[in-house]
Every structure is written in structure tokens, then in C-alpha cells.
């Protein structure tokens, strides 16, 4: 049996605790070194003790979500698309999606970065950079926009190939690159003095590397999928089914930017250290967030290939085991997070006022804690079985159709920061909710007993 083989036997034929494990530690390690990652711009900025260095990073990184949502539009609906097909046994479908998404990916991505280059002082104004503020956030954005091409495929692909049962190789890749960023970032903001243009040259190469790595993969025998022009194609059945999960996915991560951005806006009302306090709330929310995600966005391969292979009581029995494992993981992180808030943002900020703000902000955005799991895993289910309009749904909802009316509400009946911070957990409960609701009926339409 070769490797691939025994990937697919994983999925297959494993005991459910040794499947659910093996696709979501390395997911959730990836996630850690994300979050490690995105922690690390703010942290070292944080030790230059300039407040709006902190603020234009913050402010910055909604821009930087918007195009990994582009990642994660080829990355999911990818995922999605390649595992339904290899759990049919249609291998050939599979490269040719695979190569789709690599020249589809690589296409928009050289787009973005031209459109940043040209309207970085716009994008700066429009995401709430202040007179103070702006020149530190139009620095960030000009040198991250070359690698957003990078950051585009290695975000694809660190999902993509999770969807053969390679879910150590994906892992593999966004650690290297993280851990690029995570030594690069003293040594060019600190030690060279660079501070914001430093923190964007290290997030930069350490996308490359993580792009690189990932390539050199899809270019060797060990891998199933293809990045081979010949298997390139546009054809309905591939980019339909790429799209159909992955613009909701992607939708969901576009709207998570833009609501950042929006409450950023809000914020900015109170003056740029609650623009700084916020940022780094959000930050320490990550530590909880990534965890979550990795444990969803890990369970979707395996319970893809389930769905296309039409196993439905081993497709009951991952889903609800993995609910047990987020679950757990969720209120033991909520408590962590929760106890530990002061530390954890006195690390990056030291300016009172910030630190107050940053304080505040925390123990209001981790109360989403003990059902985001809940929500991620659910998420990540309905998208298994291809449904789009559910999918649509859940991605319009929790950072749309459900926040913007709560956040008016918040905003126009109390008028203080620490009520508008209250609007994503609140949102966050009522998503959740929606999201078992909605996969119930998903499940029971796409997946009827035999």
C-alpha cells in the first residue's frame, strides 16, 4: 500500500477517535503557528511602546483577512470539491480542481497586489487610519501587498492538501513560513530598527517560503493533486463546485474583515487607543479562535470523503466526537483566556489607557468561548456535504445579517465601547444556533438514510 492509499485508508477505514486526531492535531498546530503568526506583528510592534504603530497594524490587518478570505475561497471549496471526489474515486476530477484553484489563485492574486500598490492611501483611510495613524498603516499595506499572491496559494493549499490525507504536510508548510515571520519579526522591527516595515517584510517572506514549500510538494510523486497547467480548467463542473462552498466560505471571511473594520471605525469615536485596545482584545480572542477553527477546518476532509462515499453512521459518529473535543477545548480556553486576560495584554500594551481598553475588550470578546467551537464544526459540516444555500447562509450571517443589527442596536441604545465590543459574542450565540439548525436540515436532506 502506498502513502496515498494508506491517507485514503485513514479516512476510510480508521477507528474514529485515531481519524478525527490525525486530521485535526496537525489543523490545529497550523492554526497555533497562524496565530503565533498574527500575534507576532503585534507583539514586537507592541515592545517599540508606540501606541500607533499598534493602531495601524490593527488596523491594517482586515486588509490583510480580505485576501486570505481569497485563500480561503480556492482553499475550502477546494477542500469541499477534491475530498466529496476522491471519496467517489474520481481521482482525475480531483487534479484537475487542484490546478484550478493553483492558476486561480496565482490570477487574482497578482490583481490585488497591483490594486494595493495603487490605492494604498485610500484603503488606509477607508479601513479608519487617523492624520496620527496613517503613514505607519499605508507603510504596512504598500510592502504586504507583494506577497499577497503568496499568501493567497499557501492559505489554498494549507487546506487543499489536507483533503488527500496529507494533513501532516499541510501543517508542515504554514509552521515553516510561520516560524520565518516568528524569528524575522525581533530581528527587522527591533534589532534593525525598521519597526512597521519591518513587521511587513517578515509577514511577507514567511508567506513565500510557506508558498514555496507547498509547491514543491504539488510538483513532486508523493501527491495525488495536480498544479499542472495541462489539468488546468474552467469548466462548469470544476469551477462550480470549487465556488459553491468556497464563495460562502470566503464570504464569511470577507465579512469578518469588513465587520473589523466597521467596529474599528466605531471605536475610532473613543479615540485611537481603543482603536489599540481593540486590536489586541481581538488578538488574545485568537488564542481561543484559531484553536477552533483548526479543529473544524481539520474534521472537513474526513467528513467530505464520508459524505462522497456515503458513509453515514461513520459521518454521525467523527461529527459528534469532534463536537465532544471543541466543546471541551472551548470552556477550558474561555477560562484560560478569561483569567489570564491582564498578562496577556500588559505583553503588548503598556500605555494605560490602552491597556484599560485592551483589558476590557478581552474579557467581553472571549464570552464567545464555550459555543464557537459548536460553530466552527458545524460550519465546516454543512460545507462537507456541498450544500451552498446553507453555506451561504452561515457565512452571511454571523458577520453580517446577525452583527450589523446587533451592533446598531448595541451602539444606538448604550453609546459605549465596552457595548460595542458586547455585540460579537452576543452575535456568536445566536449564530451558533443558527448553524445546528441549519446543518439538521442539511444533513437530513443531503444524507437521507438508506
Not at 289 to 310: H, R
Amino acid at each position: 500500500m502506498n502513502i496515498n492509499e494508506r491517507s485514503i485508508a485513514i479516512f476510510r477505514d480508521a477507528p474514529v477517535s485515531k481519524a478525527v486526531f490525525s486530521n485535526i492535531i496537525p489543523s490545529v498546530i497550523s492554526m497555533l503557528m497562524v496565530m503565533f503568526y498574527n500575534l507576532a506583528d503585534t507583539v514586537f510592534i507592541g515592545q517599540t511602546k508606540d501606541a500607533l504603530m499598534v493602531t495601524a497594524v490593527s488596523l491594517a490587518t482586515p486588509v490583510f483577512l480580505l485576501f486570505m478570505s481569497i485563500g480561503m475561497l480556492f482553499g475550502i471549496g477546494g477542500t469541499s470539491f477534491i475530498s466529496r471526489r476522491l471519496g467517489e474515486g474520481d481521482h482525475h476530477t480531483a487534479r484537475r480542481a487542484s490546478s484550478f484553484c493553483f492558476w486561480g489563485g496565482i490570477f487574482i492574486g497578482i490583481i490585488s497586489l497591483v490594486m494595493i500598490i495603487i490605492y494604498a492611501e485610500p484603503v488606509a483611510r477607508l479601513v479608519g487610519a487617523s492624520d496620527d495613524s496613517l503613514y505607519y498603516t499605508k507603510q504596512y499595506l504598500e510592502i504586504v501587498a507583494f506577497g499577497i499572491p503568496f499568501l493567497i496559494l499557501s492559505n489554498a493549499f494549507s487546506n487543499i492538501i489536507r483533503a488527500e490525507g496529507r494533513a501532516k504536510t499541510a501543517m508542515t508548510g504554514m509552521i515553516v513560513g510561520n516560524l520565518v515571520n516568528i524569528i524575522l519579526d525581533p530581528i527587522m522591527i527591533l534589532l534593525f530598527g525598521w519597526n512597521v516595515a519591518g513587521a511587513a517584510i517578515a509577514t511577507v517572506l514567511g508567506n513565500v517560503v510557506s508558498a514555496v514549500f507547498y509547491l514543491v510538494h504539488l510538483l513532486s510523486k508523493k501527491t495525488m493533486l495536480s498544479i499542472r497547467p495541462k489539468h488546468f480548467t474552467i469548466e462548469r463542473k470544476i469551477s462550480l463546485g470549487v465556488f459553491a462552498i468556497g464563495i460562502p466560505a470566503a464570504l464569511n471571511s470577507i465579512l469578518m474583515s469588513l465587520s473589523n473594520i466597521v467596529i474599528n471605525k466605531v471605536m475610532a469615536n473613543y479615540g485611537d487607543m481603543a482603536v489599540a485596545g481593540l486590536g489586541v482584545a481581538m488578538k488574545v480572542n485568537t488564542i481561543t479562535v484559531m484553536l477552533l477553527i483548526g479543529i473544524g477546518t481539520g474534521v472537513q476532509p474526513l467528513l467530505g470523503f464520508c459524505f462522497g462515499a456515503k458513509l453515514r453512521e461513520r459521518y454521525l459518529k467523527i461529527l459528534k466526537f469532534t463536537l465532544l473535543v471543541a466543546f471541551i477545548v472551548s470552556v477550558i480556553m474561555t477560562v484560560i483566556c478569561y483569567v489570564f486576560a491582564g498578562p496577556l495584554v500588559r505583553f503588548i500594551l503598556e500605555e494605560p489607557a490602552a491597556y484599560s481598553y485592551g483589558f476590557e475588550f478581552s474579557r467581553v470578546y472571549i464570552l464567545s468561548g464555550p459555543v464557537i467551537g459548536i460553530l466552527f464544526v458545524m460550519i465546516n459540516a454543512v460545507q462537507s456535504t456541498g450544500a451552498t444555500i446553507p453555506s451561504l447562509i452561515l457565512s452571511l450571517s454571523r458577520q453580517g445579517l446577525i452583527y450589523y443589527p446587533m451592533l446598531y442596536i448595541f451602539t444606538t441604545f448604550f453609546d459605549t465601547a465596552k457595548m460595542a465590543a458586547m455585540t460579537q459574542p452576543v452575535t456568536d450565540y445566536l449564530a451558533a444556533t443558527l448553524s445546528v439548525i441549519l446543518f439538521i436540515i442539511t444533513f437530513r436532506k443531503y444524507f437521507p438514510r438508506s
